[in-house]
T-cell receptor, first 111, second 109 residues
Framework: EAGVTQSPTHLIKTRGQQATLRCSPI?????VYWYQQALGLGLQFLLW???????NRGNFPPRFSGRQFPNYSSELNVNALELEDSALYLC??????????FGSGTRLTVV | KNEVEQSPQNLTAQEGEFITINCSYSVGISALHWLQQHPGGGIVSLFMLSSGKKKHGRLIATINIQEKHSSLHITASHPRDSAVYICAVTQGGSEKLVFGKGTKLTVNP
């Protein structure tokens, strides 16, 4: 069974640009979660999508948005990139309360 | 007080030592995860537990639901075990993950 896959693994963008990160959940998982781990900080909850709808979001500005597609894959978009957006972005997927599977993350660097 | 507390924050060991990392949580959970994050940043899921004990190679994870506590043990530690180990819980009912701050393990040869 394929795990949660994230792409790209590394992404370098210039301040002010937009970044798009992608996540494919485990087959059968309908929920996708996005987390940010900025340098020196723990993982922070960003967004939760389930069945194509945004269910919850963390304390992040509207520049952070995303969507979930009919096949349950998801995109995270970060607009007007700022230097402090440089971080590891982790995706997790789940189906019900049985727990989550994790991707290995996308390292975003904003220069 | 954080909902998920890990200890110790930093741990240095000599190769071959037995390592224990602890995780305590204060919320109702449906599952607990142990994650490993290497210096490059990539994260690997080690275990998902809802009860009892799991073993994979030199790694053992235990959970005590009544005491709201989990431990990650590494036997015969090796320098390649050097990483940050993160405890995360899936809150019952919300499915949202809550993460501990991580334990940085350094194993010296």
């Amino acid at each position: 069974e394929a795990g949660v896959t994230q792409s790209p693994t590394h992404l370098i963008k210039t301040r002010g640009q937009q970044a798009t990160l992608r996540c494919s959940p485990i087959s059968g998982h309908t929920s996708v979660y996005w987390y940010q781990q900025a340098l020196g900080l723990g993982l922070q909850f960003l967004l939760w999508y389930d069945e194509g709808e945004e269910r919850n979001r963390g304390n992040f500005p509207p520049r952070f948005s995303g969507r979930q597609f009919p096949n349950y894959s998801s995109e995270l978009n970060v607009n007007a990139l700022e230097l402090e957006d440089s971080a590891l972005y982790l995706c997790a997927s789940s189906r019900g309360p049985a727990g989550s599977a994790f991707g290995s993350g996308t390292r975003l660097t904003v220069v | 007080k954080n909902e998920v507390e890990q200890s110790p924050q930093n741990l240095t060991a000599q190769e071959g030592e037995f390592i224990t990392i602890n995780c305590s949580y204060s919320v109702g959970i449906s599952a607990l995860h142990w994650l490993q994050q290497h210096p490059g940043g990539g994260i690997v899921s080690l275990f998902m537990l809802s009860s009892g004990k799991k073993k994979h190679g030199r790694l053992i994870a235990t959970i005590n639901i009544q005491e709201k506590h989990s431990s990650l043990h590494i036997t015969a530690s090796h320098p390649r075990d050097s990483a940050v180990y993160i405890c995360a819980v899936t809150q019952g009912g919300s499915e949202k993950l809550v993460f501990g701050k991580g334990t940085k393990l350094t194993v010296n040869p």
